[in-house]
C-alpha cells in the first residue's frame, strides 16, 4: 500500500504550486448564541433600566420616552412579530405586553390606553444585577431562568423572578421574544 502511494506523493511534490488544488475558502454562516452574548444582552437591560430612571429624573418623562422607545426597538423582537411579555407589576385587562405600545406603557405610563401604569421604569432605580440559574442555549435562541435584584433611590433592594427568551436575529443582535417577570411568592 505505502509504494502505491509512494508515485503520487511523489508526482504531487514536482506539480508547481499552482497547479495543484486547494480547498476553496468556505463561507460559514454561524447563527449560534453563546453564553457570553446572552449575558451581555442581560446586563445592556439592566444598564438600560437605571438609565431611562435617570433620564427621568433629570430630564423628565418625554426624554425617558424616548430613551425606553430605542431601548425596546435595540433589545426586544416586536420587529419581529408578537413578544410574549408578561411584566411585573401588571392587572387585567393589560396583564400581557404583546404590542411595543404596550411595553412603552409599562416602562414609562402616561399613556391613556394603559391607565393602570405608572411606569416601572421611572422609580429611581440606581442598580440592577441579574443572577441566572440556569440558560438553555439551542442554536439562534437561549432562554435564561433566574433572579434580578434592582435599587431603588433609598437603597432597598427589590429581586424579582425573570425568564427570558433570546433570538439572534439576522443583524447578529439578541432580541428578547419572551420576557416574564414576577414578584416571588412569599407564602400564607
Given at each position: ?8 506523493a ?10 495543484r ?16 452574548e ?17 433620564t ?19 433589545a ?22 404583546t404590542?411595543?405600545?404596550g ?5 414609562v ?47 432597598a ?32
Open positions: 500500500m505505502i509504494r502505491s502511494l509512494l508515485p503520487i511523489l508526482l504531487a511534490a514536482t506539480l508547481p504550486a499552482a497547479a488544488t486547494e480547498a476553496p475558502t468556505v463561507a460559514v454562516y454561524n447563527a449560534n448564541v453563546t453564553e457570553a446572552v449575558q451581555a444582552a442581560q446586563t445592556a437591560w439592566c444598564q438600560a433600566l437605571v438609565a431611562i430612571s435617570t427621568y429624573r433629570e430630564q423628565g418623562r418625554e426624554a425617558a420616552r424616548t430613551l425606553a422607545g430605542q431601548v425596546l426597538d435595540q426586544y423582537g416586536y420587529n419581529l412579530g408578537p413578544v410574549l411579555f408578561k411584566p411585573t407589576v401588571t392587572q387585567a385587562p393589560h396583564t400581557f405586553r404590542t411595543r405600545a411595553a412603552l406603557a409599562y416602562f405610563g402616561g399613556d391613556p390606553a394603559f391607565p393602570q401604569d405608572n411606569g416601572f421604569a421611572l422609580q429611581g432605580w440606581t442598580a440592577c444585577a441579574v443572577r441566572n440559574v440556569a440558560i438553555h442555549i439551542n442554536g439562534d435562541t437561549a432562554a435564561t431562568m433566574g433572579n434580578v435584584s434592582i435599587t431603588g433611590p433609598g437603597g433592594v427589590t429581586t424579582v423572578d425573570k425568564s427570558w427568551i433570546f433570538k439572534k436575529t439576522d443583524d447578529g443582535q439578541l432580541r428578547i421574544v419572551l420576557h416574564h417577570s414576577s414578584l416571588p411568592f412569599t407564602g400564607g
